[in-house]
């Protein structure tokens, strides 16, 4: 499917275009602390004009039969450019925090790391994270690597995604 930049896409966001669009795919998910296991999601970034992209992702978990299971995670956020390709990124989850990472955009890659994390007294133990963003072959291909309950920063979430 040709992807066509929006004519009315702020100037700022040239840069972030690449993620501009509906997208879905499965990804794994594996930490110390818990059971590996196969998720499908759905992600979209979108625009309104003004500088700034609105980011939605749900996720569920994938049975053995790579049917639809029980629901996951939810988060929602803004990407903010900035100068020279740098970024922000603020996310919000259902799971009782709040995050605030920055970065930079080069090409069609995204590198960001948390600076803040803020939690609710319900959240789990999650101290920071690292996310990867990257379009390869036409698909979006996105990492999570994460600190929490105790564990260094690892890996633990990674997806493809393709536009849909």
Do not use: C
């Not at 049975?63 to 629901?71: F, K, L």
């Not at 990867?132 to 890996?155: C, I, K, N, R, S």
């Amino acid at each position: 499917m040709p992807f066509e930049i929006p004519a009315d896409l702020h100037p700022d966001l040239l840069p972030l275009s690449f993620l501009l669009g509906q997208w879905h795919g499965n990804g794994h998910g594996d930490y110390p602390t818990i059971d590996t296991f196969e998720f499908g999601q759905e992600a979209g970034f979108t625009h309104d004009g003004r500088p700034f992209l609105h980011y939605f992702s749900r996720t569920w978990l994938l049975e053995p039969d790579g049917s639809a299971g029980r629901p996951l995670a939810l988060e929602t956020g803004f990407l903010r450019p900035g100068p020279g390709g740098e970024l922000e990124l603020l996310l919000s989850h259902h799971t009782g925090y709040v995050e605030i990472y920055y970065g930079k955009v080069e090409g069609a890659k995204i590198e960001l790391t948390t600076d803040a994390v803020v939690r609710t007294r319900s959240a789990k133990d999650y101290v920071g994270g690292q996310r990867l963003y990257g379009l390869v072959e036409g698909d979006l291909l996105w990492t999570f690597d994460m600190a929490a309950v105790g564990q260094e920063l690892q890996p633990h979430i990674w997806a493809r995604l393709t536009r849909s």
